[in-house]
């Protein structure tokens, strides 16, 4: 059986203990596994820095930290955990709302629900780099995240300015609640979007996907405020369930090319009222037809002028170019004004006013749909694909 007690209780058996101010072993609960001890509960009116780094109980080394074993500690401000720990339990350090930092013992190979669920002032998380799994909930709720850092000898992760990817850069992980960007260009390269990778990321209004994304899993843009509109590469084949549920501002989702071939259940619940899929004529009987409603979207199809004909799509490694034949109007008309960064037109006869160029050359105008001002790009040439 356990031997399960009140360390405050027997502090004559914890070694390398200092006395000091704040919180202290005394606060603790544990049990004796064998091998070690577990931190089964951490008395919730423990105040400051918990400095465990060189403490034996009972002569044991502390190897794991209990599901909850912090809970609700929302005095505590840093908690060293020594390297001895391999194991965390779930929802370890759930509500630790004066919790700032972090650094996981080194040992630690999986991230487990809720971890850092309510950490509202939890910034910074520092990986281990021998971590093999982070559960998609870890990091619920954590509102004050800005950096989530992977060093370059991790095994299985990467960071790039606070953002967690896999080790080869080809899936977006976690994406912290609190940078305070209000756009974000996916990087090239990247094939996924993990399940719940931007969920509760509320200031993004804009997420640029690069062509050759693949998936968008489960949860993955789920209960973004400021998300208005978004364009999907031809090359998506699937968006997981519940990957924009309840981004209410979410009005318009664009479609470079065919329906994705997995729609997972409630992928588009409770956008934005009247929300629309944005389709090109040749794919529109792909999505069930102009009008319809496709999980949840308005078909909507994109018309081009009188006299203009796409005539072809050329997919280069950081643009799409669309080359149009015919002799287009000042209302030439703009599909999605937010494919500015990654998509150009080519046309063979006249072009809209001029309104300025981009630092790469390229024509940009301004042209009028409806009572709306959309841009897009315009170039001398087709781009190398």
Known sequence: MLDSRFLGFCVFAVQGFAVGFGASVSDLEYEDNGDGITITRCDSQASGVLDLENVLIEGKPITQVGVGAFGVCTELTEIKLPDSVVSIGAAAFRQCFGLTSLDLPAGVTTLESNLFNGCSALTTVNLPDGLVTVSITAFDNAFGLTEINASASSENFATIDGVCYSKDLTT??????????????????????????????????????????????????????????????????????????????????????PAPVDVGQNAFNQVAAGAEALVLPSQVDDFGGEGEIWNGLVVTVVDTPAGVEIVRMTYGEAKVTIEIKGEPSTNFYCYSSTILTSMSFVQEATTPALVTTDANGAAIFEVPIGSELKKFYVVDSVPAS
Do not use: C, W
């Open 172 to 257: 977006i992980v976690r994406y912290p609640q609190a940078k305070t960007e209000a756009g974000f260009s996916v990087p090239a390269g990247v094939t996924a979007i993990g399940d719940r990778a931007f969920y509760q990321v509320n200031q993004l209004g804009e997420v640029i996907l690069p062509m050759g994304l693949v998936s968008v899993g489960d949860d993955a843009f789920q209960d973004m405020d400021a998300l208005t509109i978004m364009t999907f590469p031809a090359s998506l084949n699937s968006i997981g369930s519940h990957a924009f549920q309840a981004s209410g501002m979410l009005s318009q989702v664009v479609f470079e090319g």
